[in-house]
């Protein structure tokens, strides 16, 4: 019983620690096969179980196309073993948004510490990462296979997707240009320039 409760107590505590972590951006160019792949790092949502991080992740190719995923990192004591299908669904501002991806069986790992890391990604559309950063309020389901787990975003959530927007998508801080969505230009919040 008294080790439950350190876990507990060091899993409250590294959460609250985790809250605090700032914005940061990891940039991978690899001259090799011609990409570079920019994503957002700790972005801790709060969770009802675990740290939960749901990050922006932009993938650029050699011949100029850009591709944007969300991926979710769990970290924990226990596994979740984040489903294939769709795993991740969003509230936003009441509004239900379902995303289909692989789960997290290619990238399942157990630190020194014995916790517990399961990383999945999903393809996401701009126009609705600027939903997400522009919504009054975010809920977050990730679906593993006996259970499932809840998150909301935190206004430091908010504000790391207007950033990552900012450089890596709109353009207006120098970051990524303008975006073409379907062959259209794309401003953020469908306003022109």
Same mark, same amino acid.
């Given at each position: 019983?008294?080790?439950?409760?350190?876990?507990?107590?060091?899993?409250?505590?590294?959460?609250?620690?985790?809250?605090?972590?700032?914005?940061?951006?990891?940039?991978?160019?690899?001259?090799?096969?011609?990409?570079?792949?920019?994503?957002?790092?700790?972005?801790?949502?709060?969770?009802?179980?675990?740290?939960?991080?749901?990050?922006?992740?932009?993938?650029?190719?050699?011949?100029?196309?850009?591709?944007?995923?969300?991926?979710?990192?769990?970290?924990?004591?226990?596994?979740?073993?984040?489903?294939?299908?769709?795993?991740?669904?969003?509230? $936003?501002?009441?509004?239900?948004?379902?995303?289909?991806?692989?789960?997290?069986?290619?990238?399942?790992?157990?630190?020194?510490?014995?916790?517990?890391?399961?990383?999945? $990604?999903?393809?996401?559309?701009?126009?609705?990462?600027?939903?997400?950063?522009?919504?009054?309020?975010?809920?977050?389901?990730?679906?593993?296979?006996?259970?499932?787990?809840?998150?909301?975003?935190?206004?430091?959530?908010?504000?790391?997707?207007?950033?990552?927007?900012?450089?890596?998508?709109?353009?207006?801080?120098?970051?990524?240009?303008?975006?073409?969505?379907?062959?259209?230009?794309?401003?953020?919040?469908?306003?022109?320039?």
């Amino acid at each position: 019983m008294k080790k439950i409760i350190i876990l507990l107590m060091c899993m409250l505590f590294l959460n609250s620690c985790a809250l605090t972590e700032p914005y940061q951006v990891k940039t991978l160019n690899d001259a090799f096969d011609g990409y570079t792949i920019n994503q957002m790092t700790y972005n801790y949502l709060v969770s009802n179980s675990g740290i939960v991080e749901l990050n922006i992740k932009r993938l650029q190719t050699k011949d100029g196309r850009i591709s944007y995923y969300l991926v979710v990192e769990y970290q924990n004591s226990d596994w979740l073993f984040i489903e294939g299908g769709e795993s991740l669904i969003l509230l $936003v501002d009441g509004e239900r948004i379902g995303f289909k991806g692989d789960g997290s069986l290619q990238s399942r790992n157990v630190g020194s510490s014995g916790w517990i890391d399961e990383k999945a $990604v999903y393809d996401i559309n701009p126009k609705i990462l600027n939903q997400i950063a522009n919504a009054k309020e975010v809920k977050v389901k990730i679906i593993g296979n006996q259970y499932y787990i809840e998150c909301k975003f935190t206004e430091q959530s908010f504000q790391n997707f207007k950033k990552f927007i900012a450089e890596y998508i709109t353009g207006t801080s120098g970051g990524g240009g303008n975006l073409i969505v379907n062959g259209q230009p794309y401003y953020s919040g469908d306003k022109k320039k």
